[in-house]
């Protein structure tokens, strides 16, 4: 199971609870539920409620990557965000902001955490705690200037650690 941002949260959540139905756990830049991280999505609603999704893709493209994305990287996600239907993107911004807290110390899988050594949305420090609380084996790898759109910054590295992710596990590769 590979989750990024709130999908690592999912992930964790499965890895925990229904670790019969995967084999191993995959979380790039998982968002640490906490209060915090509830007013900054609370925020986001607001101002896209407000503005429009406009207002998001003239801040995150370069607020919400690293010092190694290039200005072809900001206008893909531009475009990605400009994309993203207002009240789907405020709904999505709702269930971050409320999410629970998964049982990460009930994972007993292997399991891969990913994280940005720039992501200032799932920031390192969350990353860490995630990663001490996490059952099972598991290892961790930081990206180095790498934000938060990790397959966008940095596509090659989270292929291959992925990968080899799953060669350690014993996925069969699907071509």
């Not at 191993?24 to 998982?30: E, I, K, S």
């Not at 900054?40 to 429009?52: A, H, L, N, P, S």
């Not at 998001?56 to 993203?84: E, K, N, Y």
Request: overall charge negative; aromatic content about 4%.
């Amino acid at each position: 199971m590979v989750g990024h941002s709130l999908a690592g949260v999912v992930a964790a959540e499965i890895a925990a609870t229904r670790g019969d139905r995967v084999m191993g756990a995959v979380m790039l830049g998982p968002v640490l539920p906490q209060e915090s991280v509830k007013e900054v999505f609370e925020q986001r609603v607001k101002t896209v409620q407000e503005k429009g999704m406009e207002a998001m893709a003239d801040t995150i493209p370069t607020g919400a990557t690293g010092s190694r994305s290039t200005p072809l990287h900001h206008a893909f996600i531009r475009v990605l965000l400009l994309s993203q239907n207002p009240e789907g993107y405020c709904s999505m911004c709702k269930v971050i902001g409320g999410a629970s807290v998964p049982d990460y110390e009930g994972i007993r899988m292997p399991t891969l955490l990913v994280a940005g050594r720039e992501d200032k949305s799932a920031p390192l420090k969350g990353c860490k705690t995630i990663y001490e609380r996490t059952g099972g084996k598991k290892r961790m790898e930081v990206l180095e200037g790498v934000g938060h759109w990790f397959c966008i910054e940095d596509p090659e590295a989270v292929g291959r650690l992925i990968g080899e992710f799953v060669e350690e596990v014993g996925v069969e590769k699907v071509n």
